[in-house]
């Protein structure tokens, strides 16, 4: 068998895999990460762990551990784990929707000049992003910055508690804001520039690549046998790609989890004459596969978005109440219109000011009114972020997933939203199955994706409602209007 194991935002997913590729158990483990200040977040990364081993406890109640034979792991993007010298957690990790540095993205791109970053990386600079948060802690925490000896992503953490090996992989260092994209290595022009240690960024790996073994002390906390193989693992959002069968350039991925993407592999290698062709907005990173590449949009609060409202207006009903409150009132929510900038905005705008908004509220909405239009603002959002995909790639179909389309109401606003024809996963747990998928092909099981990914999508495709959709096209337009409006202003 083969364990994936997801370290999300919401929570930690393991889930087995055998060697037919059909998921034979997973559990789950949820937390929240910290807002201590606005437009910050932040997340100890010890409860990572600890939620990992409580939920390999839970699944090995019924799963025998030592039939495990690879494993790999996979987690947020961009969510910064500082060690010290000693392997010590530095501080708390600074996570993707942290938007405390907007600033320190401006004075990289004046330094080192917004067009020759963009060559170099194959993206621009996001606040989410490894790189200004660094700049920032030199600026705002000199203690913490001297004291900086390695730099991690949540899944390298992980990796790094299995097996003590410090290592990361091209698909987490792509969004790092410190690799060249284009060669798959890290960018020691923009190391050297901005006076950064090279020691600190880890040795990298494909996806594929093991980098080490369990050791014999996680072998006895967690039944595990002692020497599996663990790989270098991916991504979030390429690890839930594989997981999804997208890989080739015909297929494209729809997510809506706390954030939401859309996704789309490359036919070529990324270089600069392809630069010129997308906007500024979308990430070109490294896919995890050898040789592959990916374009991405981003909306940073999608669930998260629906999760807000409950949470905030201390709504007592299950999102399931939810969902059917929304499901009574008619598409468009009778003019009430909502932004999902809950943490600033990345696709479109890049802009971490962004903020939410309800537009058009009047005396007759209710609640069933606000639920039904955080769910077309999310799909708003996403078709923002599908409408430049759409210029740069030809994509057959879409699948979705994410814990947001387990709702057939959600799923068929997209749906009617886009005006394209969905297919939704059968696979809810993604990342970990796309992690687990790449341990089993680390170790020459599997030869591609396609071996294992069996029937990952259901057949019946979510079709737009022609009416719906023309009502949605007016919707939209004055969704885009409101940011342009209020940005102004």
Known sequence: MFLGIDIGSGGTKVILLNKEGQPVGSSEVSYSFDVPKEGWTEHDPNEWWTATLKALTKLFEYNDPTKVEAIGVTGQMHSSVLLDSQGAIIRKAILWNDQRTEVECKEVLKRIGEDKYRSLTMNTLFPGFTLPKIMWLKKNEPEHYERISTIFMPKDFINYKLTGIMATDVTDASGTGIFDVYNRKWNSSI?????????????????????GEVKSAIAKATGLK????????AADNAAAAIGNGVFKEDKGLISVG????????IKNRPDKEFL???NSSLHIFCHALPNTWYAMGVTLTAGESLKWFRDAFEIEDDFQSLIMKAKAVDPGSRGLIFT????????PHNDSNARGVFYGMNLTHRKGDFIRSVMEGVSFSLKDCHELIKNIATVDSFVITGGAVKSDLWSQILADVLGVSLKKSAQFEGPAIGAAILAGIG???????DEANGKVVNEDLINPNEEHYYLYKESF???QD???KLSTE
């Not at 706390?258 to 592999?265: E, Y």
């Not at 170790?443 to 994706?449: A, G, L, N, S």
């Open 191 to 211: 190391i050297e520039e901005l006076e950064l240690n090279p020691e600190w960024f880890p040795p990298l790996y494909e996806s594929i690549e093991v980098i």
């Open 443 to 449: 170790v020459d099981h599997w030869k591609t994706p």
């Open 477 to 479: 337009a004055k969704y």
């Open 258 to 265: 706390t954030s939401g993407v859309v996704l789309v592999p």
């Open 482 to 484: 409101l940011y342009k």
């Open 276 to 278: 010129t062709k997308i």
């Open 340 to 347: 999902p900038y809950l943490s600033g905005e990345r696709t």
């Open 226 to 233: 002692e020497g599996i193989p663990v790989i270098a693992g």
